[in-house]
């Protein structure tokens, strides 16, 4: 193969490809169908045409045949005077017009068969353009559909999911923390009521418990009884011995 013919047919792939590639089926359906109803309108005049022609082919059909049979009756008429001469002429004429008429209707038979044909032909391109038009509604739709089909597969294809989902999963984890914390700070604050109490418990231990040790070393505890009169000294003796270990209590106090 030649290096030109492979060239040429390179070009017409690569032509052939960048028509298909530039085909829509949209413009090109629309398109068909335009050309089939100009093809319609040029067939309609030439069935126009073909039966004019028809019509006038009859007519002079028509005529030749009735000439053909005026100088028949003539022949006939100058035979009965006794006039062979005349009716010699006549029968000449007579056989030119029959001669004319025979030609004509081999014409017109041909002209009658082409305009039927002509007819069956016009017939089937409108029921062609009528079935054209509503396979091309069918395929302009079908076409749309598949358009937006595509339009939609590459809009999902474009987003990014494992992104959004991502996004999802890290908003429910941080919803989750949020519950979490809740719940933290309202056990917490729950506790500190407990340990507030507790506190407040204890508290009121050690105030009990100093009350006593107060009574105690006073001597006048709440369940004790007066002492008689005559131990004034000895109680004295015993609360100068409180006091100054009471002293040396608050030195050691201070010291630590």
Do not use: C, H
């Not at 396979?135 to 595509?150: E, S």
């Not at 100093?210 to 000895?234: E, F, H, I, R, Y």
Request: proline letters at 1%.
């Amino acid at each position: 193969m030649g290096l030109f013919d492979r060239l040429g047919r390179v070009v017409r792939a690569n032509l052939n490809d960048l028509v298909s590639k530039a085909e829509d089926p949209e413009k090109v359906l629309e398109q068909a169908v335009v050309d089939m109803q100009e093809d319609l309108v040029q067939l309609r005049q030439a069935v126009a045409r073909a039966i004019a022609t028809q019509k006038r082919t009859e007519q002079q059909y028509n005529k030749n045949q009735q000439e053909s049979l005026t100088w028949q009756q003539r022949a006939q008429l100058a035979l009965s005077k006794g006039d062979e001469n005349l009716a010699r002429e006549a029968l000449m004429r007579k056989k030119s017009f029959s001669d004319t008429a025979a030609t004509l209707k081999v014409q017109l038979d041909q002209q009658t068969a082409n305009v039927e044909t002509l007819k069956r032909n016009l017939m089937a391109l409108e029921s062609k353009i009528s079935e054209a038009k509503t396979k091309k509604d069918m395929l302009k739709a079908r076409a749309n559909a598949a358009k937006a089909q595509k339009q939609l597969q590459e809009t999902i294809g474009g987003i990014d999911t494992s992104s959004a989902m991502g996004a999802f999963e890290r908003m429910e984890d941080k919803v989750m923390q949020l519950e979490a914390e809740s719940e933290s700070v309202t056990e917490l604050g729950g506790t500190g009521l407990e340990q507030q109490f507790a506190a407040l418990e204890a508290n009121s231990g050690i105030e009990d418990e100093l009350a006593a040790m107060k009574a105690s070393l006073s001597g006048s505890s709440p369940n004790q009884q007066s002492l008689p009169a005559g131990d004034t000294n000895t109680n004295k003796t015993q609360d100068s011995a409180i006091d100054a270990e009471l002293e040396e209590l608050r030195s050691q106090l201070k010291d630590n």
